[in-house]
């Protein structure tokens, strides 16, 4: 037990905890900040698995850009406590998440036994801007252009669908 | 070991210092200055056995005592935790923020080398990003654990203000990194003190001027003050986001912005004007264009150049204020133009035409 798996088993037990409070919250706007800060425990994960880039990234885009949305709506409508939803909506949603984790278990527990989970850090330019970079634009350039199209068509969508129609 | 953690906590308290201290200070300029400006007297008060020090007894002393002493009003309906919660959120990332900008270059005692920069990572910009991007949220949960419509209202025009213009900000930015090649602010910095034909020093106004207009414009927008103070926009919205918080927690808020300041000019100094680069002041002394020389030791040149970081970033201070007391408010569908039909297209075209002199010239300056 090393310093780094006491840093690493703390922040894991608080990002378990946000994600827990997020789902398990009334409140609509307290859930959404336990999100923001189960992301940002996230990124601080990243960081210390050597991936500042990442963990930059993670904070700019979800936790500062995205939740910023989500908050700005939830706000707006208002909506109060969540409505109590019946028992047979929430035992459709155990069984479906009791289905991925089967399938996350599925994949970690025969590995463990045969091949061993890289335990160190990788060291080097990975996770740097500039490695990120010349994979981004290298080996995947294809796969991110089709995202960043992908994008536009949700603005262009968003803008159709704002725009007043004149009458 | 312990000397290098003891280096680390002693920048960590050298930043924290000169941040807190100088949005003390700004307190005051704010106070006396507007006065200056609007040729009254301004605060005079308050004195200490009949010395009242030119306003300071006033800012410093009485204006902290009033503050903390004041009743600490939580709406009755509002959400209790995030009213308390909130003032800390909008502190927070205005005092970390200025952990990656360099205040100095390499200082050299014996055989140790202290880079004058308290984190020096290579996503230095993007980090900075990231914690701006964290800086809505004290406004917006303030605004709406208050429970009250004028917040709710100035949280909302707060927040939609916030990321209109952190578009415009990121763009301008993306000009520096291109031409300079790294996130790291310490390098730009560095990057900075190179000479143009031998004579002009490349710092970023000289490289990216029309970034530069966009950064200002932007970190102006990003403080919310006059002229863009549309989240507290007093005749409309009573105080907007901060209309039921007094005492302590208004405090924080108030002094947020102006650590935020601070941030800003800080940042402004280091991404266009050369940081702590002093021109023709190299490591040896200066080394001026007419071939001469001046040999100085290398403290003096360091502390040439801190105090050279120093003086640009208390200038850039001083113009957000002046700057605040000289215009008037905006409308907000000015400012949503102005950040979404002005900014933004200007800020595409500059990218667009330095990635075209970059490829025209073959070379990055």
């Known amino acids: ?167 | 070991m312990i000397l290098e953690l003891g280096i680390i906590a002693a920048k960590a308290f050298l930043v924290l210092f000169l941040v807190l201290n100088l949005a003390g200070i700004m307190g005051w300029v704010e106070r006396k200055g507007s006065a200056l400006i609007q040729d009254r007297v301004g605060a005079n008060r308050a004195s200490v056995m009949g010395f009242a020090g030119l306003g300071l007894v006033n800012t410093l002393l009485a204006d902290p005592i009033k503050f903390l002493t004041k009743e600490d009003f939580i709406p009755p309906y509002g959400d209790k935790f995030l009213h308390t919660l909130a003032p800390c959120l909008a502190f927070f990332p205005a005092l970390i923020t200025f952990a990656v900008i360099p205040f100095g270059d390499v200082l050299v005692i014996g055989a140790r080398e202290i880079n004058l920069q308290l984190a020096n990572i290579n996503i230095g910009i993007l980090y900075i990003f990231a914690m701006a991007s964290l800086g809505v949220y004290g406004i917006v949960i303030g605004a709406w654990a208050s429970n009250n419509k004028f917040s709710l209202l100035g949280g909302v025009r707060g927040s939609a203000q916030m990321i209109s213009y952190e578009i415009a900000m990121g763009l301008s930015v993306m000009g520096i990194l291109m031409v300079y090649g790294t996130l790291e602010p310490q390098e730009i910095a560095r990057a900075q003190g190179e000479l143009l034909w031998g004579w002009i020093p490349a710092w970023g106004i000289v490289l990216q001027p029309v970034a530069f207009l966009l950064f200002f414009t932007a970190a102006v927008a990003e403080s919310k003050r006059i002229p863009f103070d549309l989240p507290e926009g007093e005749s409309e919205l009573v105080a907007g986001f901060h209309t039921e918080y007094s005492g302590g927690k208004f405090l924080m808020f108030f002094a947020a912005e102006f650590a935020e300041m601070v941030t800003s000019a800080g940042l402004i100094t280091t991404l266009f004007f050369g940081g702590w680069q002093i021109p023709f002041l190299m490591r040896d002394g200066f080394h001026f264009p007419w071939h001469s020389e001046v040999n100085l030791p290398h403290l003096v040149v360091v502390g040439l150049q801190t105090g050279g970081f120093l003086l640009k970033l208390v200038f850039f201070c001083w113009l957000f204020i002046l700057i605040r007391w000289t215009l008037p408010r905006f409308r907000y569908d000015q400012v949503m133009r102005l950040g979404w039909k002005m900014l933004l297209p200007v800020g595409l075209a500059n990218l667009v035409v330095t990635a075209l002199w970059m490829v025209v010239l073959g070379e990055p300056r």
């Open chain 1, 1 to 167: 037990m090393n310093v780094e798996m006491i840093g690493f088993f703390f922040l894991a037990s608080l990002l378990v905890g946000f994600s827990l409070l997020v789902i398990f919250v009334s409140n609509p706007v307290h859930s959404a900040l336990a999100l923001i800060a189960a992301l940002f425990v996230m990124a601080v994960l990243f960081l210390t698995l050597n991936a500042p880039m990442v963990a930059a990234l993670q904070i700019l885009v979800y936790a500062g850009a995205i939740m910023v949305l989500f908050l700005f709506v939830v706000m707006l409508l208002n909506p109060g406590t969540a409505e109590r939803k019946s028992a047979l909506w929430w035992a459709g949603g155990s069984l479906a998440s009791a289905l991925l984790v089967l399938e996350l278990l599925g994949l970690l527990i025969p590995r463990s036994e045969t091949t061993a989970w890289p335990a160190s850090r990788i060291e080097g330019p990975f996770g740097s801007p500039e490695a990120l970079g010349h994979i981004l634009f290298n080996d995947f350039v294809l796969p991110l252009e089709i995202a960043s199209v992908l994008l536009l068509v949700a603005i262009i969508g968003a803008v159709t669908l704002a725009r007043r129609v004149k009458e």
